[in-house]
């Protein structure tokens, strides 16, 4: 593909579109991630739990042709994801800070590029289709997709903070972004269909599974909750 052409631009169009749909899910999880972290460290954490992440995606993104050779990815990620978000709602409102500052901001680390990389995958392969194998477009790609996620983890963080409730929405976000890796797995496609091709049954099993994992997520959290908060009472 030509740099500057016609179609280098219609590409570059169509990544940020992908970039500004899909970054979405990794804002809420940094915001997330952060919000239990001192307030000297919460900046700190989306700006460096950012970086991570696209160093991460940018490893992803060299190695998509290998990566979609591997069975059962989606599936496993989406998995792995459905335990993110349930972990996220039933660590709310635990704001002890007494430990180490280190240990609590590596914690946020931890769970900010592990559930990129979960949800990476989606992003990874919709940049490199349209990007068409031209390498600059792929990098251009990766730093634009920066000051959105930076940008958005801002304005998750302090709409987090003045609205706690807003920490279910997230979850439930999150958990249907799980859901839907689970159902694009390919292993899977003879259940639930294809985009292209997809009968009534398969797309009422595929709702089906979208509102049975954000059930269970926000179920299990709640139930964490009290369950934690009854312990506080009887300590």
Do not use: C
Not at 113 to 142: C, P, Q
Not at 201 to 226: D, F
């Amino acid at each position: 593909m030509e740099f500057m052409s016609a179609p280098w631009w219609s590409a570059l169009l169509t990544i940020i579109l992908i970039d500004l749909v899909l970054a979405g899910d990794n804002a809420i999880v940094i915001a997330l991630a952060a919000r239990n972290l001192p307030p000297a460290l919460k900046q700190k954490a989306i700006i460096w739990g950012t970086v991570g992440a696209i160093v991460v995606r940018s490893v992803m993104t060299v190695g998509v042709v290998w990566l979609l050779k591997i069975p059962g990815l989606m599936l496993v990620g989406g998995l792995g994801l459905l335990w993110i978000a349930y972990q996220l709602l039933a660590d709310q409102g635990d704001g002890d800070h007494d430990g180490p500052s280190a240990s609590t901001f590596w914690g946020a680390m931890k769970t900010i590029i592990v559930a990129d990389a979960l949800m990476g995958v989606d992003n990874v392969l919709g940049v490199a289709g349209a990007a068409h194998g031209a390498m600059d477009l792929v990098i251009i790609g990766l730093l634009i997709s920066v000051p959105i996620v930076v940008f958005g983890s801002n304005v998750v963080l302090k709409l987090v903070e003045r609205f706690p409730s807003i920490i279910m929405i997230g979850a439930a976000v999150l958990a249907f972004t799980a859901a839907k890796m689970v159902v694009h797995e390919p292993w899977l496609v003879s259940f639930f269909g294809t985009d292209a091709d997809l009968t009534s049954t398969q797309s009422m099993t595929r709702w089906a599974v979208y509102v049975l994992a954000i059930v269970a997520v926000l179920g299990a959290g709640w139930l964490t909750q009290k369950r934690n908060s009854a312990g506080d009472t009887a300590a």
